[in-house]
């Protein structure tokens, strides 16, 4: 969903599938569609609501054709997926998404550790999907979200020859949109700027989301160096939920509302109420009441300074 006319830049909120999946207890279905119920009421036009996945490994995503079937009813809402597979994807597109979300891992031992597939596997996996939503499902998009495209902590450093390679044979297998993901927080501005302008060059209009982790502090800061080359859709997870397993403590996805409040007020139009955003948080805490959440604006607010993109044109 890149095209829309009356937003500057779309916020995808993948809390509940990335953020859901990353925490040990598992939501309540009926409060989970509550959930994402005040998240599309909030403004957001694109939520990424489940993964399919075998629910004997992640029982977080059981539910999830029921959360795309109800999700499916909410007005003006782009339904996305993740799916890791060729089964996946089938059952995905037989949900009715309007878009899947492939893992694609730059770091062939990520690769191999999370869904354990080596680079070739992986190409001929995509290929696959990709015929059967030419075949059967046209009207469904699909992403490649290139994972550790800035670093792995079982590879170390990956190297931008390396995504960019990853990004080209993407698009050359048919997929509609290419995203580069920092998944374990690694990423620097300086390295943003530099992957994301290398990433248009390479595959043009099929360049597509940042996902960034602010493990180490930097999540805003790399937003801000991907906009200056252009991005203009962004990954944010309601109260940061999903923390990174190799930082106890820290906040793992980048916050929307924080991520919201920081592009209303550098005039970015995103369609989103603040507000309703924060408020959306009390059905993550009635189904998730021992997971911290984070953030500085639910908690300092956005101060009396505050205007909203469209209101300070």
Known sequence: MKNATDIDILVSEVGPRDGLQSVKATMPTDLKLQWVTALANSGLREIEVGSFVSPKLLPQMADAAEVVAHALTLPNLYVTALVPNLKGAQAAFDAGVHKITLPISVSEPHSISNIRKTH?????????????????????????GLSTAFGC???????????????????????DEVGLSDTVGYANPAQVRRLFSRLRSAVGDLAGSAHFHNTRGQGLANVVAALEVGVTTFDGSLGGLGGCPYAPGASGNIITEDLVYLLESMGLRTGIDIDRLVAAREWLQKGLPNEPLYGFIPDAGVGKNFTYAKEAV
Do not use: H, Y
């Open 120 to 144: 070739a596997q992986v190409f001929e996996e995509v290929k696959a999907v990709v015929a059967l939503r030419n075949e059967c499902f046209p009207n469904v998009q699909i992403e490649a």
């Open 153 to 175: 902590t079982l590879q170390g450093v990956v190297t931008d020859d390396e995504s960019i390679a990853i990004a080209i044979k993407m698009a050359e297998l048919g997929v």
